[in-house]
């Protein structure tokens, strides 16, 4: 089955740093690539949505300069956290479309802004 | 935003129970999905359901949908302490790109043995 590789699982840095999260598709190609956040016990909220090649699309209330997303190849999606901070905290998740496959999520990366 | 609620919120039973949540949603929908969720971790794909399906069985998971009421029921039956997790729903709207989904608010279930 389809497999999305999403990397860091976890990962700790300072305020004011930035913080990259790579979401790869394994065994297939995704034409498209979400990105979620979702706070503790909550839900998953979709921050912004990445076809390779152009600009990523986001969602009302998400700041494009402060999470950017590229999406460079067919395979590879990356968000970039920039000059995180503590509210920045929160489990990110990606998904991957494509191949037929369907929806595939990866297994999510954990910041903490400390 | 999400798109709609689920409930129960939270949801606790003993092994050998079935366990119901329901979940409800506010646009028009190509599918609807539900997704289970163990404690930080990723999300694993339960089972989807067309909006002109109206009931879809995957083993021991029975889903149901009404499009007239916008809601959606997911039943787990003969529960087991494995299926301790948080089960969301998440729709993909009838306008929205493909792969694009909404989730629920989720209900966190507990199967105590």
């Known amino acids: 089955g389809a497999v999305v590789s999403q990397h860091p699982s976890w990962v700790i840095c300072k305020s004011g740093t930035s913080v990259k999260i790579e979401c790869r598709s394994l065994?297939?190609?995704?034409?498209?690539m979400f990105w979620y956040r979702q706070f503790p016990k909550q839900s998953l909220m979709l921050m912004a949505t990445?076809?390779?090649?152009?600009?990523?699309?986001?969602e009302q209330g998400v700041e494009k300069d402060k999470f950017l997303i590229n999406h460079a190849s067919l395979t590879l999606s990356t968000l970039t956290v920039t000059s995180a901070h503590p509210e920045d905290s929160s489990f990110y998740i990606c998904?991957?479309?494509?191949?037929?496959?369907?929806?595939?999520f990866g297994s999510g990366t954990r910041l903490t802004v400390v | 935003s999400q798109q709609g609620e689920e409930d129960p919120q939270a949801l606790s039973i003993q092994e050998g129970e079935n366990a119901t949540m329901n979940c409800s949603y506010k646009?028009?929908?190509?599918?609807l999905q539900w997704y289970r969720q163990n404690s930080g971790r990723g999300l694993v794909h339960l089972i989807l359901?067309?909006?002109?399906?109206r009931e879809k069985h995957s083993g021991r998971l029975r889903v149901t949908l009404d499009t007239s009421k916008k809601s959606s029921s997911l039943l787990i039956t003969a529960s087991r302490a494995a299926d301790t997790a948080s089960y969301f729903c998440?729709?993909?709207?009838?306008?929205?790109?493909?792969?694009?989904?909404?989730f629920g608010a989720g209900t966190q279930v507990v199967v105590t043995p």
């Open positions: 998904s991957a479309v494509g191949g037929g496959y369907g929806y595939t």
């Open positions: 065994d297939f190609q995704a034409t498209t």
């Open positions: 990445s076809n390779e090649g152009s600009k990523a699309t986001y």
């Open positions: 646009t028009s929908i190509n599918n």
């Open positions: 359901i067309r909006s002109n399906e």
């Open positions: 998440a729709t993909e709207g009838a306008t929205d790109s493909w792969g694009k989904l909404q």
